[in-house]
């Protein structure tokens, strides 16, 4: 079965680690007592892996008790662990300690609801890979395993409150593109020359690893590439902390509002129509597959006026070159579709094509927007 194929109302079981739980929580209870001042050694139990969690790196749940001078300790708690070489990762590079230096930086310049941090583990002896943990945090997230536009409480919602997570969705981008002096906050994020330049040679850099140095060239991201080098915009603006994966999706909501903000891997500078685009195409995506299967999906959610409109409210900005943008948005997007498409495959979840570009499982959004014949609102 293809990913175009699958049910959409059925989750997909897809390969993200290999590594052994009870082998796992024996080992952070052992690596626990390193770091509390715990009377006897720390229990861990409950330990799970999230049936909706991402493939970029293995997410560990799991409750942990102690005592400390007699009273009580411990809670629950996230880990998220750099994946190993056999998991056929979708990121060339995960870098931890930037992640967790982004979010620490994030928690404290603005009210933005980062998850509390713990620990960070740099030594992969443990593991095989460095690993970070975070207070765990209760709420709900649009699931994309299977998509939100076909059911769920995302689904079930009122159009208002549709509209209303979209706007607190954009509060949250707003802010996080408001903390000033960005390159000095986070140095390790910096580098010379234009941050979009940078943030588009590292795509090329990931493409290629991903796919083409292994002879998977994908003719319609190369023609994207192309595209955006031919209609680069003129003023990219001022540079601002991205968060990355800017959607919902990675958000934990108390009933509409935010309670926790996740999934700091892609963090960046660069102009802030770089995560104003992603918003907007990552829905497309979900919403694109609901109309091919003669569904409605949700054409009320998320709208590109509305994140214009929300966006131009909270920061007194007006995105430039959105086409731009969201063109790249969608090569990005590509790059990952593709590189996943090869994991299902190695995995045994997915069976090949001969024709490359059917690993970008938006092929026709991405024609469109090159024949510039994508319709948005």
Do not use: C
């Not at 680690?17 to 009377?39: G, M, Y």
């Amino acid at each position: 079965m293809t990913s175009a194929d699958a049910d959409h109302n059925q989750r997909r079981q897809l390969t993200t680690s290999e590594r052994d739980l009870d082998v796992l929580a024996t080992d952070l209870a052992q690596w626990l007592a390193t770091k509390v001042d715990a009377d006897a050694p720390p229990e861990v139990t409950s330990i799970t892996r999230p049936t909706a969690g991402g493939m970029s790196s293995t997410t560990l749940l799991f409750d942990a008790q102690w005592r400390e001078q007699g009273q009580s300790a411990g809670g629950s708690f996230v880990a998220r662990l750099a994946p190993e070489a056999s998991s056929f990762p979708v990121f060339e590079k995960y870098d931890l300690a930037t992640q967790f230096a982004v979010m620490a930086g994030v928690a404290e310049a603005t009210d933005v609801p980062v998850p509390p941090l713990a620990w960070l583990e740099n030594d992969p002896t443990l593991f095989g890979s460095p690993f970070f943990v975070m207070r765990r945090v209760d709420g709900r997230v649009p699931e994309d395993n299977p998509p939100y536009v076909f059911l769920g409480w995302l689904f079930d919602a009122t159009p208002e409150e549709r509209l209303r997570l979209t706007r607190n969705t954009i509060e949250v981008i707003a802010k996080i593109h408001a903390i000033d002096n960005p390159a000095e906050r986070f140095p390790t994020l910096d580098g010379e020359g234009s941050a979009l330049r940078r943030h588009v040679e590292g795509q090329k850099a990931w493409y290629n690893w991903a796919l083409a140095d292994d002879g998977f060239r994908i003719p319609i991201l190369e023609r994207a590439f192309d595209w955006l080098e031919a209609n680069w915009p003129t003023d990219p603006g001022p540079d601002v902390l991205g968060w990355g994966d800017a959607r919902p999706g990675n958000i934990m909501f108390d009933g509409f509002e935010p309670v926790a903000v996740l999934d700091w891997e892609m963090a960046a500078l660069g102009p802030r129509e770089l995560d104003v685009a992603w918003t907007v195409l990552i829905h497309r995506f979900f919403q694109d597959i609901a109309t091919r299967f003669d569904q409605p999906g949700l054409p009320d959610y998320m709208r590109r006026s509305d994140v214009e409109r929300f966006y131009q409210e909270f920061t007194g900005h007006k995105v430039r070159d959105l086409d731009w943008y969201l063109m790249y948005a969608a090569l990005r997007h590509g790059i990952v579709m593709g590189r996943i498409k090869r994991r299902m495959i190695h995995f045994g979840e997915d069976t090949d094509t001969a024709d490359r570009d059917d690993y970008v499982m938006h092929r026709p959004l991405l024609e469109a927007l090159l024949d510039g014949t994508y319709t948005w609102d």
